[in-house]
């Protein structure tokens, strides 16, 4: 018996509720000695680490940097190799557009590009979200057709929007768009097998395009398009786990990863304060709780080391909100590290920590990487954290006789 249908065979349902909170990217590496994690103040998440199990989590493989989609697939509970999702999929789907098997979504960010078409800025300096749906506004006037195929755009957060291709003989796979780095040449998209050179050929005639209605535009004169995907089959939570799941996240691809797992999105407002009052209004409707914190992420990718922690110390500001409704069990992670020093995801195991009536506490003196690391979860691959919340909310039965 596989792995897989090992644990959808013991899954039973019952009342008790788990908690999930994800800071993404919120572990680092260490600045004038001290990790982002170390040097916050953060006296809620400490107490609680003292008596949890602690451990780290390694999402992918040793050595292995995730983007954030396997990320979190992984501590869903979906071994992140098994089921690859494009980051375009999950960021259509998270802002509600509707995919069929004609469509190939793709993420796109504005950009700055000079005249010679060397990027300068690879977010044009983070947008506001109304500039965003401005210039999205001025895209969907101007670009409505390449040759046969159906062009459809739709504004994200800041300087992030979404692009749907619809029509025939579009495949999958095609290459980014996108040099990841400033100061590099406008990068073209390619196909990645014959199957996929329409994909490639449009997907480029589109960012010409872009770049021809946007060329009087500043710092938005361009765009880099990145996971041009077509939508997987994957079984929502309710099947592998029999979890009445609910996603609590800002940004549309984390809301977009959810829905593809089962999850129902639920309005998690704008800030880390609104979310926590979600999930106390929502409280009794559900058994599954996933809560989002993006900006460890962002500022993480920004080098930000000073804003970051300012996150962390929110977040842990907040933590006796959730205490209060006496979850089942408790898990605080993250989908991967994101270092300052850095400025980019990076291959390093995460912090983690679980909460119950049922945990054989560590001991440990604090939430951090450092702490975390003498825990007794010792380093477990995300993908089996689910096994663990699942058993400490007594919601697995026992394996053989």
């Not at 897989?4 to 013991?10: M, R, S, T």
């Not at 680490?49 to 983007?67: C, D, F, H, N, R």
């Not at 089959?233 to 979890?243: A, G, H, V």
């Not at 922690?309 to 989908?335: F, G, Q, R, S, Y």
Request: aromatic content about 6%; some cysteine.
């Amino acid at each position: 018996m596989s792995e897989k249908n090992l644990i959808e065979k013991l899954c039973i349902k019952n009342e008790k509720k788990i908690i999930l909170l994800i800071m993404d990217g919120v572990a680092g590496l260490p600045i004038n000695g001290k990790t982002e994690l170390e040097a916050a103040k953060t006296p809620n998440l400490d107490a609680l680490a003292e008596k949890s199990e602690v451990g780290l989590s390694l999402p992918i493989l040793p050595g292995i940097t995730p983007g954030s989609g396997p990320g979190h697939l992984g501590v869903f509970g979906y071994n992140p190799l098994d089921y690859e999702i494009g980051r375009g999929v999950l960021e259509a789907v998270g802002i509600g557009m509707k995919l069929d098997n004609k469509s190939l979504a793709a993420r796109c960010n504005f950009c700055t590009i000079d005249k010679n078409k060397i990027i300068t800025d690879r977010r044009a300096g983070r947008i506001p979200t109304e500039k965003n749906i401005e210039l999205c506004k001025k895209l969907k006037e101007n670009i409505k057709m390449i040759e046969d195929v159906e062009v459809i755009i739709e504004a994200g957060k800041e300087h992030r929007f979404v692009v749907v291709f619809r029509g025939e003989g579009l495949e999958e796979p095609i290459s980014d768009a996108d040099p990841q780095k400033e100061g590099l040449s406008y990068l073209y998209s390619k196909a990645l097998a014959p199957a996929a050179e329409k994909s490639a050929r449009i997907v480029n005639k589109f960012l010409d395009k872009v770049i021809e209605v946007l060329k009087d535009e500043h710092p938005a004169n361009a765009a880099l398009l990145r996971g041009a995907a077509k939508t997987p089959d994957i079984p929502s939570m309710e099947k592998r786990f029999k979890l009445k799941a609910a996603a609590i996240a800002v940004y549309p691809m984390y809301r977009g990863l959810a829905s593809l797992v089962g999850m129902e999105l639920l309005d998690a407002g704008q800030t880390i304060k609104d979310e926590i009052e979600t999930l106390k209004k929502h409280y009794n409707d559900y058994d599954f709780f996933f809560i989002h914190i993006k900006k460890t992420d962002s500022y993480g990718e920004d080098g930000n080391f000073d804003n970051k922690i300012h996150i962390i110390e929110e977040v842990d500001e907040l933590m006796p909100e959730i205490l209060k409704l006496n979850p089942d069990v408790l898990c605080i992670t993250a989908d991967h590290s994101t270092p300052c020093l850095l400025k980019a995801h990076s291959w390093h195991p995460v912090p983690l920590l679980i909460y119950s009536p049922f945990v054989r506490p560590s001991g440990i003196k604090g939430f951090n990487e450092k702490e975390c690391a003498k825990g007794n979860l010792g380093i477990i691959e995300s993908k089996y954290i689910i096994n663990l919340l699942l058993a400490n909310a007594l919601k697995l039965n026992k394996y053989g006789a």
